[in-house]
Nanobody, 125 residues
Framework: QVRLVESGGGLVQAGGSLRLSCAASGGTFSSYAMGWFRQAPGKEREFVARIRWNDGSTYYADHVKGRFTISRDNAKNTMYLQMSNLKPEDTDVYYC??????????????????WGQGTQVTVSS
């Protein structure tokens, strides 16, 4: 059973940084892609970034390019999201997700079969 556990959320001032982690277990992740999404209350889940486990290729949403960096540690089965120059509009619950089938619409949440429980990020102005 695939399990994803996020950590690293918290409260930070605008302009600050946070690093989120997603520990994965219960699967053979070398063939997966992993992603980060975020969601505000009453809104749809929004794509943030994605990484393919085998070759490390990455994709970012336009609104985080240049500020966020996604990475993974194969030995630890852990994915990271380094967030810098945070803005109040980055305040959301952040979720990690795993895509086993590698569909083409990677910015859509339905492409991902497994999800973590989420971690809250709050950016104060």
């Amino acid at each position: 059973q695939v399990r994803l556990v996020e950590s690293g959320g918290g409260l930070v001032q605008a302009g600050g940084s946070l690093r989120l982690s997603c520990a994965a277990s219960g699967g053979t992740f070398s063939s997966y892609a992993m992603g980060w999404f975020r969601q505000a209350p009453g809104k749809e889940r929004e794509f943030v970034a994605r990484i393919r486990w085998n070759d490390g290729s990455t994709y970012y949403a336009d609104h985080v390019k240049g500020r966020f960096t996604i990475s993974r540690d194969n030995a630890k089965n852990t994915m990271y999201l380094q967030m810098s120059n945070l803005k109040p509009e980055d305040t959301d619950v952040y979720y990690c997700a795993a895509d086993r089938t590698l569909g083409g619409f990677f910015w859509r949440e339905y492409e991902y079969e497994y999800w973590g429980q989420g971690t809250q990020v709050t950016v104060s102005s």
